[in-house]
């Protein structure tokens, strides 16, 4: 019976113990006079990515602005006055590219200096607050290169109150372009597949347009396929075009140029894609970008041999911008 009370009495000094760690634990936890980077992005990075990523993608030659907000962490506000030096800092994009490179993740080269304009006064967190917002001008010019990974390193390098987070006292803003055409559509209109009159258009539908280059843009479907693709009805049902999406070339006047398979000219199953010269192929109204705006077009799939498996005549609406 004593055996068996000193048992329950040492039990208890370790539960004690245990829940005293816990305790501990939970205070250590707490974060205090922490300094760092704030967001409610979500983070575009790998979860062993050395510093958080966001993507960030603008229209290229049309202003924006990229908000970088930077965070006081405690149990109240800022006691005072918080001065922080925020800066580009090309050796955060190393640090991150080293580690990304050992991890088989994608790698970045910095933003070129042509592209945003970073502000020079220092940046404060005012007593009674939590954050402050640093504005990073973003202006993408005509020549970027597209086929081409940027971004946007920033650390904070001082403060006159608190610590620097280890964790998120860095960060990149990876910074791609878009294309005036970019965005989401609703795509109406008629397809006849001469090859099996089961298949049928499945319209309307919402597709987006993304970019590739400064003048093409390629048919993603959202909604369906999850992938590059062009819907259909097939035996009552949806499906879709394996190895075969539109991509669109678009001149400066709004004009469709020509028309390829994004899988290829021909993709390995042979199809292929092609404008119609007789259709419209424009934009017909409104402002490329701008919601209501339309533009009809026609255009082939093509089978091995250049045979016309399906002509569609489409006409999409812009919606608004991709995400």
Request: a neutral charge; hydrophobic letters at 35%; aromatic letters at 12%.
């Amino acid at each position: 019976m004593k055996k068996y009370l000193k048992m329950l009495s040492l039990l208890a000094v370790i539960a004690g113990f245990s829940s005293c760690l816990k305790d501990k634990a939970i205070i250590a936890s707490d974060p205090q006079n922490i300094i760092e980077f704030y967001t409610t992005e979500a983070i575009s990075s790998p979860t062993t990515a050395l510093y958080p990523v966001y993507v960030k993608s603008y229209v290229v030659g049309k202003p924006a602005k990229i908000d970088v907000v930077v965070s006081y962490s405690g149990t109240n506000t800022a006691p005072q006055d918080i001065t922080l030096d925020v800066a580009v800092d090309p050796t955060a994009l190393t640090k991150y590219n080293t580690k990304a490179a050992a991890d088989g993740n994608t790698e970045y080269e910095q933003l070129p200096a042509s592209a945003y304009t970073f502000p020079t006064a220092p940046v404060v967190i005012k007593k009674g607050e939590r954050r402050a917002t640093v504005t990073v001008d973003v202006l993408i010019p005509a020549d970027f290169d597209f086929n081409k990974s940027f971004a946007l390193p920033l650390t904070i390098k001082s403060t006159t109150f608190g610590t620097i987070s280890g964790n998120f006292g860095s960060t990149l803003y990876a910074v791609g372009a878009k294309n005036k055409y970019d965005g989401e559509y609703k795509v109406e209109g008629t397809m006849v597949d001469n090859a099996n009159s089961a298949i049928t258009g499945r319209y309307p539908m919402n597709y987006y347009l993304i970019t590739q280059t400064s003048t093409t843009n390629v048919l993603f479907d959202y909604v369906y396929a999850h992938t590059y693709g062009h819907q259909i009805t097939s035996g009552g049902g949806p499906s879709y075009y394996g190895s075969f999406s539109p991509v669109f070339t678009f001149d400066a006047a709004g004009n469709i140029t020509k028309v390829v398979n994004y899988y290829g000219q021909p993709a390995s199953n042979g199809r292929s894609a092609q404008l119609d010269p007789s259709g419209v192929n424009k934009f017909t109204s409104g402002t490329p970008g701008e919601v209501g705006s339309k533009f009809q077009v026609k255009y082939f799939l093509l089978q091995p041999g250049s045979t016309v498996r399906t002509a569609f005549d489409e006409t999409f609406t812009y919606v608004g911008s991709t995400p």
